[in-house]
């Protein structure tokens, strides 16, 4: 793969959520910024690198943007290297394992992490302009941490902002989310996202990276990652399992369990569970538009208890990883209920 983009933070270019930066840009001009931000979106759909975006372009003293380009600022600025480096004194980022410590799960955001937000956004901006926070996977705060973070919320400092990017708004606190401003992103249109791909992969032929793009839900993120993860053929393993649910293969059980679980990290099994998830959830919507168009093993279990079993895969996948359990067996015990109706 060639010419990929780079990370949020360093990334100069955001594609198809000109809506958003322009709010944003907006309410800062406007002089009565809203101090918290809920930028919610799917998965790689640009959240992070509209939240630096802004962050870049607030730091940098809210500079007339070229052309038609919402909150950008040049790369070559003073404060976009700055910030790509992880280096400005007034922007700070909380994310999953920040402050992880060795006891500490790395798949959080834990209280630690979160204390330090009250303390930066209260101190005098270093440069003189604003304080900036993004919280990057919001969504995986613990508990306390939510509750760490509701009193700068109740009671911000002045010249502080702070940006919640999340990908599931609905797993954080009511009262986070009815303090902040919330803007989403949508999934990017074909006639956006394919000139992406053909950039980012120019090797790939055209039919695969318009079955990418499907397959991404319109993120070019999670394109990206489906690119490097052999998401195209494990789709083509979960039609297969999908397809086969009438008569059931124990010897291909295995294989895929085999197939999931080498490796040393769990990449290709956490992609899988995903692919698959995504489409029992797109055959349940397809059943409930018109029934007629739905794929026939969709027919095996009532609706209801395929909604059970999305679930039940999430968490047997999710638990897997975090507890590093055995990724074979994990495979084996989804596909036994995939298989058997009522379990």
């Not at 959520?17 to 002089?31: I, T, W």
């Not at 940098?60 to 790509?84: E, K, M, N, S, T």
């Not at 919320?153 to 919640?164: I, M």
């Not at 197939?259 to 698959?276: K, V």
């Amino acid at each position: 793969m060639n010419g990929l983009p780079p990370e949020p933070r360093a990334n100069p270019e955001l594609v198809g959520h000109d809506h958003a930066a322009r709010a944003l840009a907006e309410a800062a001009r406007s002089g009565r910024l809203h101090h918290a931000w809920l930028l919610a979106g799917p998965p790689g759909i640009g959240k992070a690198t509209l939240a630096y975006r802004f962050a870049r372009w607030l730091l940098a003293g809210q500079p007339p943007a070229p052309g038609d380009a919402p909150l950008a600022l040049d790369p070559a600025h003073p404060v976009f290297r700055r910030v790509a480096a992880g280096a400005h004194a007034d922007l700070l980022t909380i994310e999953p394992g920040t402050l992880q410590g060795s006891r500490k799960r790395a798949d959080v955001i834990n209280v630690d992490a979160a204390r330090l937000i009250p303390a930066f956004m209260a101190l005098t901006a270093a440069e003189g302009g604003w304080r900036v926070v993004v919280i990057d996977g919001a969504e995986t705060m613990a508990a306390p941490a939510a509750n760490a973070l509701l009193k700068i919320l109740e009671e911000p400092p002045p010249r502080a902002v702070l940006l919640v990017v999340t990908a599931a708004p609905g797993r954080l606190l009511p009262t986070i989310r009815s303090r902040c401003r919330r803007l989403d992103l949508f999934p990017l249109e074909d006639a956006a996202l394919l000139p992406l791909l053909a950039r980012w992969l120019p090797e790939m032929p055209a039919g695969e990276r318009q079955a990418l793009a499907r397959l991404a839900g319109g993120a070019p993120g999670r394109a990206l990652a489906l690119a490097e993860e052999g998401g195209l053929e494990l789709q083509a393993l979960v039609e297969e399992v999908l397809g086969g649910l009438a008569r059931p293969d124990p010897r291909q059980a295995h294989a895929l369990a085999d197939r999931l679980a080498g490796g040393s990290d769990a990449t290709a099994f956490l992609a899988f569970f995903a692919l698959l998830r995504r489409a029992i959830a797109a055959a349940v919507r397809q059943a409930a538009r018109d029934p007629a168009a739905a794929p026939a093993w969709l027919a095996g279990r009532p609706l209801a208890e395929w909604s059970a079993l999305w679930d039940r895969l999430g968490r047997l996948a999710a638990e897997t990883d975090a507890l590093n359990l055995d990724r074979r067996q994990a495979v084996l015990t989804g596909l036994g209920w995939l298989s058997a109706p009522g379990r």
